[in-house]
């Protein structure tokens, strides 16, 4: 396995090497093609009239005089949309009496969030539909709102489906935990508040849903990073054959993790095409976007660490409560965050006895689901904090304590005590490497002196493991029709050169880039000469697509065996006609060669030209097959884990309470790295995205259920003054489950940054008395935290 | 709403004569009207940066004016800096150094990059950070597009002290 590591210098290797993305230029010319951008003919525009109230009855709806306005098409409400839609439910099989109610694409009876599309608008223009959208009457009683998850946990039921809020609950125990508390020299205890926040993708949501009547078939053009599960959702849920759905997604304006669930507006826009016969478009304004992507995270979790006389871990306890919106997304759920929480706490640790208890709870909100790095975010805040907690009340630095606990790099496979399978990750490398890019002890001598002129700076650190390459064991399992593996075809042109179609996504990461790269590479043949098309279901193998950081380790073991596979082909063409041995024979360079000695016998464009064009001159009963079509599956472990360690270096002005970020490392293993210079970009996107959660981003409701900052200029978006220049380093452990040897790195970044912030904050503020234990970080809160205000 | 509108305006070197409403924003007319969709729309309130075009060589948010109040205007956008060539060396760097990913914020960056290196300065890093703050990335970080603008002002002062 992993045969070619150190082969960088051949020709066409191009696996671990730094170039840049070819479908990159349009991008920077203004010839992006966004769905935004999308005009077909007869095509018409939606608009929403939302709910003003988080939750209540409806009473009427009086649509007459929107239906009048000219150039308004149609008014849609409720029962228009439910009487062709089947209802969806946003639960997964293997998470036991998970419940949540059914959704339809606009309400019947209830109002559960407060910007819930009500009624759509059709009109020959956008403003023409917000226009009518103005004159429609909603009558709604309004009903006590559900805005407290503590509370809504014990508050009668607000789905009349349900018994009670709880949408999931489960416990892990692997024992041993009381009497390691017991037992234990030292203990630390801490409180958590982790805020809602949301992707803010620069394009909003976007679909134009075209549903031609006289084949009975639709086409949609969906700015989404999984069309092969919309296929399935628009086929199934509207009754459409599958292979009548065509989706496509063209270039997506950012996605991370928002664009692959289903949205209530996505599906009546499909709904109103079906019943109007024409192409519908729906673009999401930012205000729609706060009240209807969806948000993450917002969790409180209390969490304890047991510890022996030497600083060893021996216990961890943690209750997590997350507050997910009045429904379960659909098809991912919303209970898959709060699932890996509980199973990557204390993740890097060499401890034995866990315990955890998780409650997923329904409240009158928007969904929470999937964003990028799902629960790690909270996992690795809460253990990093802990084991900081426990290094100031033992006396021991940081990094020592960690060195203390971390598993050995030399104990794997291991399984940890929340059941996750690590084949091998490098925790004690990372963490060397980390202390010795940041300069450490130089750090901590500057740290000292400034603190004698008055200067509050403060070094955190943090630890994390990630989950990539998932296996069915994430949703296939759990019933749900989202594939764990990825398919490619790999078509030899005339002229030699190779198109290639293949079901992992772009949006804007790099995947068609490395793609090209692994099978330019594996071909033996100039990556100018691959042409890589992703995101359209008609023309690509079905797949799973791009999220959980399946592109490289998936994707690319797919690109990869399946250019094997045309490889051995085209070598058999060729020894037909040197009639030479295929096994002694190579490409390189778009040249057959003589495998021992590299000596040019024929170019790769005229084997494909005899082929192509005169079959007649190879021998009888040749048969050349000059495309391949390949799948390929995650076998061996359920996911591959990869880990890593991030340093922060921050400012904290105790009497403003702003923080400047002055510096961010992070030091990541994600296995054989295909192209460093994506990798880094991946890291550092995450790494802000982290930090963003950390200082400044959060979606914040009154007590009656109503987003008080839902605008762009009210939601704080990290900006380029205030994020730190980012340095990056990398161990490399490649995964023995793959020839190629990737695992994921889009969310690495992000499943540490905050908590490495954290800890960076509560060092500045060592001495003062404060410890902050909830993000965003901002000054008001680290003011109140220090007693100031 | 009331009737339509006459306006006569440049846009990227071309004579526009055009009816629009009046409450048509400019981006909207650029993107809607004359189909220039290089130019993107993220926030519509002036704050993402992601609708900066040109006007008068100066950038502007096209999302908080109404296209009747560029009659009479130059409208430059990604589109017409690509075509006169005014920024090949920053599109050759963006690429180069990988400064973009999704590509949605890209041309208002590269209107804002325009204007920052307009002046001939050479900014450091961080006055290059602060002339981006009006212009919101979600994917990149930052760093890579301020390397990029860097890189690109280190190389124009470069060729301007080789032609001296």
């Known amino acids: 396995m992993n045969a070619f590591a150190g082969s960088i ?27 935004t951008d999308l005009v077909l003919p007869r095509m018409l525009h939606a608009a929403f009239v939302r709910s003003p109230y988080a939750h209540g009855r409806l ?29 969806w439910t946003g639960t997964l099989e293997h998470f036991n009496n998970m419940k949540s109610p059914p959704q339809v694409p606009l309400p019947l009876e209830k109002v559960m969030w407060s910007g819930q599309p009500v009624v759509l608008i059709v009109a020959d223009s956008r403003a023409i539909a917000e226009d009518a959208a103005e004159l429609v009457i909603v009558d709604i009683e309004e009903l006590p709102a559900l805005a407290d998850p503590v509370e809504a946990m014990s508050a009668e039921a607000m789905s009349q489906e349900l018994a009670d809020n709880i949408c999931f609950a489960t416990k892990l125990d692997s024992g041993g935990v009381e009497e390691a508390f017991d037992a234990a020299d030292t203990t630390v205890g801490q409180s958590f508040i982790f805020g809602r926040h949301t992707a803010v993708t620069l394009e909003p949501r976007a679909i134009v849903a075209d549903y031609d009547p006289s084949e009975n078939r639709l086409t949609a053009h969906h700015a989404t990073q999984t069309p092969y599960q919309f296929q399935d959702v628009y086929s199934r849920h509207y009754g459409i054959p599958e292979a009548n759905v065509r989706v496509i997604a063209p270039d997506i304006g950012g996605s991370f993790g928002m664009k692959l669930h289903v949205y209530h507006e996505e599906m009546a826009v499909v709904g109103a095409s079906i019943l109007l016969g024409r192409p519908i478009k729906y673009v999401a304004d930012r205000m729609e976007s706060f009240v209807s ?71 009158n909100k928007v969904q929470t689901s999937q964003y990028r790095a799902v629960g790690h975010p909270i996992a690795c805040a809460v253990t990093e904090c802990l084991v900081d907690a426990a290094a100031r009340e033992l006396g021991l630095d940081p990094f020592e304590i960690r060195e203390r606990n971390l598993i050995p790099d030399n104990s794997y496979p291991r399984t940890s005590p929340t059941g996750y399978q690590f084949e091998k990750l490098s925790h004690q490398v990372c963490l060397a490497r980390l202390k010795s890019i940041m300069n450490y002890d130089d750090l901590l001598a500057e740290q000292a002196d400034l603190r004698v002129k008055g200067v509050l700076r403060g070094i955190g650190i943090a630890l994390f493991v990630e989950i990539t390459n998932p296996s069915p064991a994430f949703y296939g399992v759990g019933g749900a029709r989202i594939s764990a593996q990825d398919g490619a075809i790999l078509k030899l042109t005339p002229s030699g050169e190779v198109h290639c179609s293949i079901s992992v996504t772009e949006q804007g990461q790099g995947t068609e880039t490395i793609i090209g790269q692994i099978v330019a590479d594996q071909l033996g043949i100039d990556r100018e000469k691959v042409r890589v098309m992703t995101g359209d279901t008609d023309t690509t193998p079905h797949g799973g697509a791009t999220w959980a950081c399946r592109g490289a380790g998936i994707g690319g073991e797919t690109a990869l065996q399946a250019a094997r596979k045309l490889k051995a082909n085209l070598l058999a063409v060729a020894g037909l006609i040197l009639q030479a041995q295929p096994g002694e024979l190579d490409i390189r360079a778009d040249w057959i060669v003589e495998a021992v000695t590299g000596q040019q016998r024929i170019s790769l464009a005229e084997v494909a030209r005899i082929a192509f064009f005169r079959s007649d001159t190879l021998p009888p009963e040749t048969q050349a097959q000059l495309s391949v079509v390949h799948h390929y599956a995650p076998q061996g472990y359920p996911f591959a884990f990869t880990n890593g360690a991030q340093g922060c270096l921050v400012e904290v ?51 009656d259920g109503q987003l008080t900052n839902g605008s762009l200029a009210d939601y704080l978006v990290p900006m380029a003054c205030e994020m730190p220049d980012i340095e990056i380093s990398h161990v490399e452990t490649p995964t023995r489950d793959t020839e190629l040897g990737a695992k994921g790195c889009g969310e690495a970044g992000t499943a540490a940054a905050s908590a490495a912030a954290m800890n960076a904050v509560n060092d500045a503020l060592v001495g003062h008395g404060a410890v902050l234990t909830q993000i965003p970080m901002t000054p008001t809160r680290i003011l109140r935290a220090l007693g100031t205000i | 709403m009331s009737g339509k509108v006459a306006i006569s305006l440049t846009v990227n070197g071309e004579t526009i004569e055009a009816l629009v409403a009046p409450r048509t924003t400019l981006a909207d007319f650029l993107r809607q009207d004359i189909q220039l969709t290089g130019t993107h729309t993220g926030c519509e309130m002036g704050v993402c940066g992601a609708c900066l075009v040109l006007l008068d060589d100066r950038p502007v948010h096209a999302c908080l004016m109404f296209a009747v109040q560029a009659d009479g205007c130059a409208v430059e956008t990604i589109e017409g800096l690509t075509h006169r060539r005014a920024i090949d060396d920053l599109q050759k760097v963006f690429h180069e150094r990988n400064a973009l990913q999704c590509g949605f914020c890209t041309p208002g960056m590269l209107v804002s990059a325009y204007g920052i290196l307009a002046s001939g300065g050479e900014p450091d890093r961080d006055g290059i950070r602060d002339a981006l703050s009006g212009n919101y990335c979600r994917c990149t970080g930052y760093e890579a597009i301020v390397d990029a603008i860097e890189m690109t002002a280190r190389q124009r002062r470069q060729h301007r002290e080789e032609e001296a």
């Open chain 1, 9 to 35: 210098d051949r020709p066409n290797s191009y696996i671990g090497r730094s170039v840049s993305r070819p479908n990159a230029k349009r991008l920077l010319e203004g010839r992006g093609r966004y769905v």
């Open chain 1, 59 to 87: 009473v009427s709806i009086d649509i007459e005089e929107a239906k009048a306005l000219s150039g308004v098409r149609a008014v849609f409400t409720g029962e228009d949309l439910a009487s062709i839609c089947a209802p």
């Open chain 1, 293 to 363: 992507d969806i948000h993450a995270r917002d969790h409180r979790v209390t969490g304890r660490l047991a510890l022996d006389r030497d600083g060893r871990i021996t216990a961890m306890d943690v209750d997590d409560v997350t507050a997910i919106g009045a429904f379960s997304s659909y098809p991912r759920t919303s209970a898959v965050e709060g699932n890996q929480v509980i199973r990557l706490m204390g993740a890097p640790y060499d401890f034995s006895s866990y315990r955890a208890n998780l409650s997923v709870v329904f409240q």
């Open chain 1, 653 to 703: 002005d105790a009497e403003t309470g702003f923080v400047k970020i002055l510096k961010h490392w992070v030091v990541e293993d994600c296995g054989r790295i295909i192209n460093p210079l994506l990798v880094d970009e991946q890291v550092r996107g995450g790494v802000v995205q982290g930090l963003g959660a950390a200082f400044f981003e959060e979606c914040l409701y009154n007590e």
